[in-house]
């Protein structure tokens, strides 16, 4: 079993849609858990870090189960420009996170 | 500010050819790190900096060595690819070493070997 799973997609959601997707994480004692954002052909950049108690970036809502170890990543009103590919990342050690390979989201105008 | 920066941006090798891909931050960060990321997979970790002068493996550090040539240059050599260390090449940097710091990434290298 990967460490880091996720749906690769892609999610194909009309414009204006609400989309989550999850991530699951093998490892019970990670201690922290991030969302980066990758469009095509770049590197990928950080969207929101998550919190034991969830939070909220805008459109964006990011959440925590640890009881059954996994995180979501919420988008509202959807925009042309969330189009990109998400990174789930884990941290299970204090040196090296775990990068789940992504899921694929096409907004469609 | 450049950020993280890497170069070449793509280079096309022969097998048994060797490089040298560059990194350089100017954020004043203490770590660095490469990785590569194929097709389907997840990033992983090759090597690891997480101070000047002290370089440690990552999960597939096998065919690759690294540098830590001052604060800001994170160099990372092929001595001998192979088409197995096709991939993209990621240089990223953090603040600090302990997990819960974003990593900023250069724009990365398309490395094809022949």
């Known amino acids: 079993r990967k460490e880091v799973e996720q749906d690769p997609g892609p999610f194909n959601v009309p414009e204006g849609a609400t989309v989550a997707f999850n991530c699951t994480y093998s490892?019970?004692?990670?201690?922290?858990f991030f969302w980066y954002r990758q469009d095509c052909r770049k590197e990928p950049k950080l969207l929101m870090s998550?919190?034991?108690?969830?939070n909220e970036d805008g459109r964006f809502t990011a959440q925590l189960n640890r009881a059954s170890q996994y995180i979501s990543l919420l988008i509202r009103d959807s925009k042309l420009s969330d189009s990109a590919t998400y990174l789930c990342?884990?941290?299970?050690?204090?040196?090296?996170?775990?990068w789940g390979a992504g899921t694929k989201l096409i907004i469609k105008p | 500010n450049a950020g993280v920066t890497q170069t070449p941006k793509f280079q096309v090798l022969k097998t048994g050819q060797s490089m040298t891909l560059q990194c350089a931050q100017d954020?004043?960060?203490?770590?660095m790190y490469w990785y590569r990321q194929d097709p389907g997979m997840g990033l992983r970790l090759i090597y690891y900096s997480a101070s000047e002068g002290t370089t440690d493996k990552g999960e597939v550090p096998n065919g690759y060595n690294v540098s830590r040539l001052n604060k800001r240059e994170f160099s990372l050599r092929l001595e001998s690819a192979a088409p197995s260390q096709t991939s993209v090449y990621f240089c990223a940097s953090s603040e600090a070493q302990g997990g819960g710091e974003t990593q900023y990434f250069g724009p990365g290298t398309r490395l094809l070997v022949l």
């Open positions: 490892n019970s004692a990670s201690q922290s």
């Open positions: 998550v919190y034991s108690s969830g």
């Open positions: 990342v884990v941290n299970p050690r204090n040196y090296q996170l775990i």
């Open positions: 954020m004043n960060h203490n770590s």
